[in-house]
């Protein structure tokens, strides 16, 4: 089945630098959703995107579909303390179910 | 304000031990979906439900099995539960999935399992 593939898996910043995470997959994804889990907590939905070069902004943060549907990314402008936790992706549609990215952990150094 | 809650929080079981996780939610929601999360695996579905009384295997249903008598609540069990099954176990909801795919998820807490 498709497999979507998500780096980095790490990543350290300073308070104030962007950060961005990248979901890939071989075959052309349904849609797309992005959830953030901070710490100790669990998984809240962020966005979803569907159409082929979907740009959605919230506040600091930019999802992006790609043209071909086979990628997306998550960037966070000016990154806060706040920002601090998983970022991951889930793709779920059609006959193909549901796959997950395994996460990018946000580290934030102040 | 949704809801999905898990009944346990953390739970400590010997081996051998049948383990029942209950997930309620209050959206009336008819997907639900039974999860595992282990540091550098992420997310992976063990089973999920479309209606009362449906069931569907996930990437890793071996040594589980569900229950969804009612629509606000799906059961996971672990028949006999192993020291592999030691784990963070999440619950989520969603609407019926649209054309779009699948809609967006509600997470409950989680349980903290471990198997001694």
């Known amino acids: 089945g498709q497999q979507v593939m998500q780096i980095p898996q790490y990543q350290h910043v300073q308070e104030g630098e962007d950060f961005t995470t990248y979901c890939n997959s071989s075959?052309?994804?349904?849609?797309i959703q992005w959830y953030k889990q901070r710490p100790g907590g669990h998984p809240v939905f962020l966005i979803q995107l569907v159409k082929s070069g979907e740009v959605k902004k919230q506040k600091r943060l930019t999802f992006q579909f790609g043209e071909a549907k086979k990628n997306s990314s998550l960037h966070i402008t000016a990154t806060q303390t706040t920002d601090v936790g998983t970022y991951f992706c889930i793709q779920g549609g059609g006959a193909d179910g549901l796959t997950f990215g395994k996460g990018t952990h946000l580290i934030i150094q102040p | 304000d949704v809801k999905v809650t898990q009944s346990s929080r953390y739970l400590v079981k010997r081996t051998g031990e049948k383990v029942f996780l209950e997930c309620v939610q209050d959206?009336?929601?008819?997907?639900m979906f039974w999860y595992r999360q282990d540091p550098g695996l992420g997310l992976r579905l063990i089973y999920f439900s479309y209606d009362v009384k449906m069931k569907e295997k996930g990437d890793i249903p071996e040594g589980y099995s569900v229950s969804r008598e009612k629509k606000e609540r799906f059961s996971l069990i672990l028949e006999s539960a192993s020291t592999n099954q030691t784990s963070m176990y999440l619950c989520?909801?969603?609407?019926?999935?649209?054309?779009?795919?699948?809609?967006?998820?509600?997470f409950g807490p989680g349980t903290r399992l471990t198997v001694l």
């Open positions: 075959t052309t994804l349904s849609n």
């Open positions: 959206m009336d929601h008819e997907n």
């Open positions: 989520a909801s969603s609407r019926r999935t649209g054309l779009a795919g699948y809609n967006e998820q509600f």
